[in-house]
């Protein structure tokens, strides 16, 4: 239903269009070619309604999965779940992308990289990160300001704003709604 993302471009939008929360679990995937099931869950959500397709999706998550594991593996314990969340197996229900709220309520444990960062990272995590998407200074002292009340998706709101240069009032209270919003800016 959004503009399709198609393989060949996903790490260029994935810096250029992805919330803190997405990029980092991206990141992560590239890095240690695996996922625990919520990291899993949150990414494979939001990259379905970003627009990949399920074919792209199990290229996507196989070519890196298949560093780790065998391919009979991942046939095994993975690609069902990535069906799954296409509605393609079990009760064939079409999954829809985790909104903020549930992002943020969530618990990651040891080993976790879903979740939200603004709630979730170190103060020191979340700075590095934040210099990495190309905040100022002055940017993240506000972004801060809003973390330390607890206000995280106004932090993520003010971070879109200081990214992208323009106002952003309706709020990000989706990472899709993010990278929609972005999109937009961009094209
Ligand atoms: Fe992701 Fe929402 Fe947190 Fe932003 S506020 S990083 S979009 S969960």
């Given at each position: 239903?959004y503009?399709?993302?198609?393989?060949k471009?996903?790490?260029?939008?994935?810096?250029?269009?992805?919330?803190?929360?997405?990029?980092?679990?991206?990141?992560?995937?590239?890095?240690?070619?695996?996922?625990?099931?919520?990291?899993?869950?949150?990414l494979?959500?939001?990259l379905?309604?970003?627009?990949?397709?399920l074919?792209?999706?199990?290229?996507?998550?196989?070519?890196?999965?298949?560093?780790?594991?065998?391919?009979?593996?991942?046939?095994?314990?993975?690609?069902?779940?990535?069906?799954?969340?296409?509605?393609?197996?079990?009760?064939?229900?079409d999954?829809?992308?985790?909104?903020c709220?549930?992002?943020?309520?969530?618990?990651?444990?040891?080993?976790?990289h879903?979740?939200?960062?603004?709630?979730?990272f170190?103060?020191d995590?979340?700075?590095?990160?934040?210099?990495?998407?190309?905040?100022?200074?002055?940017?993240?002292?506000?972004?801060?300001?809003?973390?330390?009340?607890?206000?995280?998706?106004?932090?993520?709101?003010?971070?879109?704003?200081?990214?992208?240069?323009?106002?952003?009032?309706?709020?990000?209270?989706?990472?899709?709604?993010y990278f929609?919003?972005?999109?937009?800016?961009?094209?």
């Amino acid at each position: 239903e959004y503009a399709d993302i198609s393989l060949k471009d996903i790490d260029q939008v994935s810096k250029s269009s992805f919330p803190l929360c997405m990029r980092h679990l991206f990141e992560k995937l590239r890095e240690d070619h695996h996922l625990k099931h919520g990291g899993r869950m949150q990414l494979g959500l939001f990259l379905k309604g970003v627009g990949l397709k399920l074919d792209d999706a199990l290229a996507f998550w196989r070519a890196e999965f298949t560093k780790k594991v065998g391919s009979e593996r991942f046939d095994k314990e993975y690609a069902y779940s990535i069906r799954h969340n296409y509605g393609k197996e079990g009760k064939r229900t079409d999954y829809t992308p985790y909104a903020c709220q549930k992002i943020i309520s969530s618990a990651p444990g040891v080993g976790d990289h879903h979740g939200c960062p603004y709630r979730h990272f170190s103060e020191d995590n979340l700075r590095a990160a934040l210099g990495r998407m190309g905040l100022s200074s002055r940017g993240m002292e506000d972004v801060m300001d809003k973390v330390r009340n607890k206000h995280y998706q106004l932090a993520c709101t003010l971070t879109f704003e200081a990214i992208y240069g323009t106002s952003c009032d309706a709020g990000i209270n989706h990472p899709n709604q993010y990278f929609e919003e972005s999109q937009k800016i961009l094209k």
